[in-house]
T-cell receptor, first 116, second 113 residues
Framework: GAVVSQHPSWVICKSGTSVKIECRSL??????MFWYRQFPKQSLMLMAT?????????EQGVEKDKFLINHASLTLSTLTVTSAHPEDSSFYIC????????????FGPGTRLTVT | KNQVEQSPQSLIILEGKNCTLQ??????????LRWYKQDTGRGPVSLTI?????NTKSNGRYTATLDADTKQSSLHITASQLSDSASYIC????????????FGAGTRLTVKP
């Protein structure tokens, strides 16, 4: 089955620094990747949708200058949290889908970000 | 107001017992409905995907039902195991481009020995 990986699985950083999270589709080409954040005991909230080679589309209320998304290849998307603050601490999950209108969206294992 | 409502919010059952989780939605138009299992600290894993014309779909001990007329779905777990302890998330897709997913808040299931 399709596998999506994320790296790192967890990261602790100091307030004011930037953190990059990678999302890779390991055995398929992901034309579209999605980034979510999830707070404890809450469901996933879509942050942005990125298509390979295009600028990401951000959901309302998500700062595009703070959460930089790059989808430079069909197997890799990155999310960079710039000038991180403690309130950015969350569980970040990516998902990927392939071309052709497939129903399936494959989720990565998530990255736990803690900003101190 | 969330367009996908799940109940109960949490559930505790004994190992070996069956349980049913509910999902009601108001999302329109409707493309398909999915149930995911999410272990703590992990990403969601797909259990079933159901389109408008499908009433029932099984995946091992998991059986999902869909009533598109009443906009209700259920996930039935048979002979529960300790490893079934997780959050179960109902997701409804509004478009055919896979880009408009509406997430329920999830049901937290705990299976005790």
């Amino acid at each position: 089955g399709a596998v999506v990986s994320q790296h790192p699985s967890w990261v602790i950083c100091k307030s004011g620094t930037s953190v990059k999270i990678e999302c890779r589709s390991l055995d398929f080409q992901a034309t579209t990747m999605f980034w979510y954040r999830q707070f404890p005991k809450q469901s996933l909230m879509l942050m942005a949708t990125s298509n390979e080679g295009s600028k990401a589309t951000y959901e309302q209320g998500v700062e595009k200058d703070k959460f930089l998304i790059n989808h430079a290849s069909l197997t890799l998307s990155t999310l960079t949290v710039t000038s991180a603050h403690p309130e950015d601490s969350s569980f970040y999950i990516c998902s990927a889908s392939s071309a052709g209108g497939s129903y399936e969206q494959y989720f990565g294992p998530g990255t736990r970000l803690t900003v101190t | 107001k969330n367009q996908v409502e799940q109940s109960p919010q949490s559930l505790i059952i004994l190992e070996g017992k069956n349980c049913t989780l509910q999902c009601n939605y108001t999302v329109s138009p409707f493309s398909n409905l999915r149930w995911y299992k999410q272990d703590t600290g992990r990403g969601p894993v797909s259990l079933t995907i159901m389109t408008f014309s499908e009433n029932t779909k099984s995946n091992g001990r998991y059986t999902a039902t869909l009533d598109a007329d009443t906009k209700q779905s259920s996930l039935h777990i048979t002979a529960s195991q300790l490893s079934d302890s997780a959050s179960y998330i109902c997701v409804v897709l509004s478009d055919y481009n896979n880009n408009d997913m509406r997430f329920g808040a999830g049901t937290r299931l705990t299976v005790k020995p």
